[in-house]
């Protein structure tokens, strides 16, 4: 995520920072099972940017970020702090 040049941090940054900025962590993960065992375990990632308003630029450089993974976006406007939420979803597998 460092690519796009933007704020990086894992869950939230440990002072207020201005925008744009991205947040990744791991809200969940599963576990498959097979053969009475763990087979692979799987997270899912979510990478969050958090922006003024919208930016199409910023979101297209996310994404070329992103373009390895499949992945689902979503995007919210929290009217409390007047900023846009762009959120992306990955499944990842564990080694």
Sequence with gaps: MEATG??????????EKDLPFLV????????????????????????????EKKDIAMEALVELVLSNFYYTKSETYIESEKMYEIIYEMEMMAE
């Design 24 to 51: 990744y962590y791991i809200p969940d993960s599963n576990i498959i099972a097979a053969d009475d065992g763990v087979y692979q375990k799987v997270s899912v990632l979510r990478v969050e940017l958090y922006t």
């Design 6 to 15: 933007l704020p990086v941090a894992y869950h939230q940054f440990g002072e």
